[in-house]
């Protein structure tokens, strides 16, 4: 009789191949709107061309076939140059910040490179079961894909860079908000188990649906017990409304807000407000993939495009301060009622488009403060999965008892950080857990990121 664990590898193929196939589509959706000029511009170091980003997606794959699939014969090595990131036991690779100086491969080599790919990996994963590596392997290709899905919310903010409202997004109609939030929630202290709990997730028969193979980052386990003080949060991310009084009480000429690092980048780069916020004549305004809007007129939406020291400026001007890491998970997942973490702030219940505001949504921007009722924990905290990334203070480090589980990913950049959670309009429903650790650089801001703060 074969086990739940063997039964399990046995039904996985199916569930991965549906993905596969999914997640693949999506991306070529996103750059569908793209004209073929669009694909090789690459208008700031931090940002990627379109091109290299499908093309890398599809590199990525092509070293799982080099390493497991039989006499599979690499596509080309001048590929394999363009198309690496920042993995060093690849062999040698192209800087980043020079991914926009070549005009080859074209971009129909490109496109063309990916659909070989995907023909190879449509074989290989069907015919994996067999193999006493099935499971090490799917996982590897499961991997792949959460991979590629961290690179179509790539996609949207460098195509926002390049093009912002000129780029044709399949937008929906941005949803109005059921209710007014405002105020903060007082979370009990006590122990707390942080990070993702692995017992009982990766053995036995599978769920139905997408999530069919469990998955969580590395740098999101082992959970372990930590400490915390009483402290209260903001029920809701901090608005453009507010953000505004900030910058109309002059919040970026006032030294005693920043962090020295803060106050540097004011002075250097000319920071007076977040990107893609331009100023006509005396008032702000806000350009996002749907035109130029007046700052006021969006109000009652969440602040994005603001970097760490920008929120922590805010932050303390407000007489607040960030919350740690763990103050954000325990608000955003521990029921007071069951005494025990759930999935996510509403429940156990995957997302969906009445709970939280991510990329199947299809608004292509953040939705008002409130306007998804169903998502709220059950102390009234909103929009913690979906919309903006929200900063904390964490400093992005190994979780105790931290072990790698795949060489040059997550563990090389455990210096210099700062922890993001919960999601963005721009994040795959699938991808997104509570205890989901993102992590940049606290001067960036390209990304969609904002902030709640807490005391």
């Known amino acids: 009789m074969s086990s739940p664990i063997s039964q399990a590898i046995e039904q996985k193929p199916r569930p991965i191949a549906d993905l596969y196939k999914s997640v693949r589509a999506r991306t070529l959706e996103i750059v569908a709107p793209l004209e073929i000029e669009d694909y090789v511009i690459q208008t700031a170091e931090f940002m990627s061309p379109p091109r290299w980003h499908i093309g890398h997606t599809s590199w990525f794959f092509e070293t799982v076939l080099q390493k497991f699939q039989p006499g599979y014969r690499t596509y080309s090595e001048d590929f394999l140059f363009y198309f690496n ?22 971009v129909a080599e490109t496109k063309k490179y990916r659909a070989h790919i995907d023909e190879q990996m449509s074989r290989f994963i069907q015919d994996v079961s067999s193999r006493d590596d099935a499971d090490a392997i799917l996982k590897i290709v499961r991997l792949g894909l959460e991979h590629e899905m961290q690179h179509q919310e790539l996609l949207v903010y460098d195509i926002k860079h390049l093009l912002c409202d000129q780029f044709d997004a399949p937008m929906k109609a941005v949803p109005r908000s059921t209710e007014s939030v405002s105020g903060m929630v007082e979370i009990e202290g006590g ?3 942080l990070g993702y709990d692995c017992t009982g997730k990766d053995a036995g028969e599978p769920p139905a649906g997408m999530r069919a193979l469990p998955f969580a980052w590395d740098n999101e386990k082992p959970q372990h017990k930590v ?28 030294f005693r807000w920043w962090y020295s690092a803060g106050w540097e980048k004011v002075n250097t780069e000319h920071w007076q407000a977040p990107l893609y916020w331009e100023q006509h004549d005396t008032e702000w305004m806000i350009r996002d993939f749907a035109g130029l809007h007046r700052a006021s007129d969006k109000a009652n939406e969440p602040v994005y495009h603001v970097s760490f020291l920008e929120a922590s400026a805010y932050a303390k001007w407000a007489g607040k301060r960030l919350p740690t890491e763990a103050e954000w998970e325990k608000a955003a997942t521990f029921s007071s009622s069951l005494n025990s973490k759930q999935d996510f702030p509403w429940g156990n219940a995957e997302p969906d488009e009445s709970r939280g505001n991510l990329f199947e949504n299809g608004l292509w921007s953040v939705a008002p403060t409130g306007a998804f009722p169903e998502g709220q924990t059950a102390r009234g905290l909103h929009q913690m ?5 929200e900063w904390t203070t964490s400093d992005y480090v190994p979780y105790p008892g931290f072990k790698s589980e795949f060489d040059e990913y997550n563990d090389k950049w455990f210096v210099g950080q700062k922890v993001l959670r919960g999601g963005s309009f721009a994040t795959p429903r699938i991808h997104i857990r509570s205890t989901y650790r993102n992590f940049f650089h606290p001067e960036e801001r390209w990304m969609i990121a904002g902030f709640r703060c807490a005391k």
């Open 385 to 389: 999965i979906g919309d903006v990334w």
């Open 227 to 254: 400490w915390l003080e009483d402290f209260s949060i903001d029920r809701a991310p901090v608005s453009n409304g507010e953000y505004l009084e900030f910058i109309n009480h002059g919040g970026y000429k006032d």
């Open 191 to 193: 122990l707390f188990e």
């Open 85 to 106: 990131s920042y993995y060093e036991g690849f062999g040698a690779r192209i800087e980043r910040p020079k991914r926009g100086t070549r005009s080859r491969p074209t």
